[in-house]
């Protein structure tokens, strides 16, 4: 297990922190006001994302084992990418073909932006997010590690080359909508050369009993990503209405920063998950999961104060802008924040496991409304500062809630596991 996590984390981490490795030349070639924009569509386009896959990943990465012939996989699989599409064009045709988008953009946006010249942009973005993740998935599920590694490998090197190549070129340009472009161009680009490896298995037949199976288990997930949508958007939907790009900027900064701690435990969970669920023994779960969240949280606390210090170092020797100093004052909050985001998962694996995903729906309702009451009213107040805060309080929420929820089902589980005499 540990040479398998070993093999594919190595090469997807560096794909996820390349962008936070060449910061500093990102910050040079863009101004702080681009800079905060750009943040502000990405977070906007990985948070609609999240909801957008409809929690259809969920049923591969729970069946894909469950089938023992290729046939059958191949029909959960043609299943899944069936209802993804028709459930996905029936959202986003409409949305786009009665320009209920511009309605959307003006709730969301309170500086003004010239979101015509992003349509597009920000279309093929969401689009290509999505089927990203859900080929990562797959490609993880399946165990296809070399192919995996090398699709990660390509993103690193074509998509930072070409964007760094472009900005510079076409630095007289919107350079928030030439990174834009250039990224998900690439990336559109890659996933088309790879998808063929997905496309092998299928089997063209649509099975309703999976369908159902499978919407069982995803419309609960999809619904926790819609309250996520507030829980994990708010301080930044806030902090438009009430700051500005500029100091938007050095937030998003400093939540790219903190970001390594997510984006690690990202890969590793996306490498951990089909693990967890080959895995039927609920005892050997729970003592696995119970280490891994030890180890984890020493980890991503090591990891936490050596982003502070290399922050430090790199603002002290002028490497990025001393503008951005503010996101020194920032970050120890973001850090904390996101070890809490990042362990949380270890627990909600279990509700997969357990098939009751419908739990997730109802906790994500009740920290949703955490989060917006101590956004509304600690935001206009602290700014930035107040926006740490609460994302703090309610990733603490989420992690004490499933925490005490999964502690009661594995109990509830263990005593219901007959007893062999010997």
């Keep these: 297990m540990i040479n398998r996590l070993f093999a594919v984390l190595s090469i997807d981490i560096l794909v996820k922190l390349a962008g936070v490795i060449l910061l500093p030349v990102y910050l040079r070639l863009m101004t702080q006001d681009e800079y905060g924009l750009y943040g502000y569509l990405l977070s906007i386009i990985f948070t609609f994302s999240v909801v957008l896959n409809f929690g259809l990943y969920i049923p591969i990465s729970k069946f894909y084992h469950d089938f023992e012939n290729e046939e059958d996989k191949g029909r959960l699989l043609f299943t899944i990418f ?4 028709v459930i996905l064009t029936l959202v986003i045709f409409p949305i786009y073909f009665f320009n209920w988008d511009y309605i959307l953009v003006k709730i969301l946006f309170k500086n003004q932006i010239h979101y015509a010249e992003y349509r597009g942009s920000v279309l093929l973005a969401l689009i290509v997010t999505i089927g990203n993740f859900m080929l990562t998935n797959f490609l993880f599920t399946s165990e296809k590690i070399r192919q995996l590694k090398q699709y990660n490998f390509l993103r690193i090197i074509c ?6 190549t472009f900005l510079f070129i076409l630095r007289n340009h919107d350079r928030v909508r030439v990174r834009l472009e250039t990224t998900y161009l690439v990336e559109a680009i890659l996933f088309l050369s790879f998808v063929f490896i ?15 199976a499978g919407l069982k288990l995803a419309i609960p997930v999809m619904m926790s990503a819609v309250f996520g949508i507030i829980i994990n958007f ?8 009430y700051g500005s790009f500029k100091e938007m900027s050095y937030y998003y900064l400093a939540v790219s920063c903190a970001g390594v701690i997510p984006m690690i435990f990202a890969s590793f969970q996306n490498a951990w998950l089909p693990l967890f669920l080959k895995e039927k023994d609920l005892r050997k779960n729970v003592v696995k999961t119970n280490k891994l969240i030890i180890r984890l949280f020493v980890i991503f606390a090591v990891l936490s104060c050596s982003i502070q210090i290399f922050v430090w170092i790199i603002l002290s020797l002028g490497i990025i802008q001393s503008k951005y100093h503010e996101t020194l004052y920032i970050l120890p909050l973001l850090l904390i924040s996101q070890i809490l985001s990042a362990l949380t998962p270890l627990y909600t694996n279990y509700l997969v496991y357990f098939e009751k995903t419908h739990v997730v729906s109802v906790t994500g309702l009740f920290v949703c409304c955490v989060s917006l009451g101590l956004s509304l009213f600690l935001i206009p107040r602290y700014g ?3 926006a740490g805060a609460v994302s703090i309080a309610s990733n603490a929420c989420y992690f004490a809630i499933y925490y005490f929820i999964i502690r009661f089902y594995i109990q509830k589980k263990i005593n219901e596991i007959p007893v062999i005499n010997p």
């Design 82 to 85: 069936c209802l993804l599409a």
């Design 159 to 164: 998509i930072n080359i070409l964007a760094t």
């Design 198 to 212: 997905f496309i092998k298995e299928v089997r063209t037949r649509f099975s309703r009993k999976i369908a159902l």
């Design 234 to 241: 708010s301080d930044k939907f806030f902090l438009e209405k």
């Design 384 to 386: 930035v500062y107040g």
